[in-house]
C-alpha cells in the first residue's frame, strides 16, 4: 500500500505499492501527513490546518473527522502514531 499526500492539489490517493494499481483518491484541503493506526486498522491523515481525518484502511474511505480542529495547531508531511 501506498499513500500519497499532495497538498498544492489538496489530494490524498491510495494505490497498492507493488504494481502501482490505483484504489481510491479524495479532496483535502492543504493534506499534509500520513500513518496507519495498527490498533484501529485506519489511516490518519492530517491537515496544514490542523485538521485530522480517519479513513477505513480496507475501503480507503473517509470515516470521521477526528476533531473539528486543534486550535493553534498545525502539520507538515510527517505524522507518526504511537499507543502508550
Keep these: 500500500m501506498a499513500i500519497v499526500t499532495a497538498p498544492s492539489v ?3 490517493s491510495f494505490c497498492d ?3 502501482g ?3 481510491a483518491s479524495t479532496r483535502l484541503s492543504d493534506v499534509a501527513g ?3 493506526d495498527t490498533a484501529t486498522n485506519e489511516f490518519i491523515v492530517s491537515s496544514g490546518r490542523g485538521y485530522l481525518y480517519r479513513f477505513d484502511a480496507n475501503r480507503f474511505a473517509l470515516k470521521r473527522s477526528l476533531t473539528q ?3 493553534d495547531y498545525s502539520f507538515d508531511n510527517h505524522l507518526t ?3 502508550i
Aim: charge should be positive; glycine fraction near 0%.
Design 21 to 23: 494499481a490505483f484504489f
Design 69 to 71: 480542529r486543534l486550535a
Design 10 to 12: 489538496d489530494r490524498v
Design 81 to 83: 502514531i504511537t499507543h
Design 34 to 36: 500520513v500513518c496507519f
Design 17 to 19: 505499492a507493488r504494481d
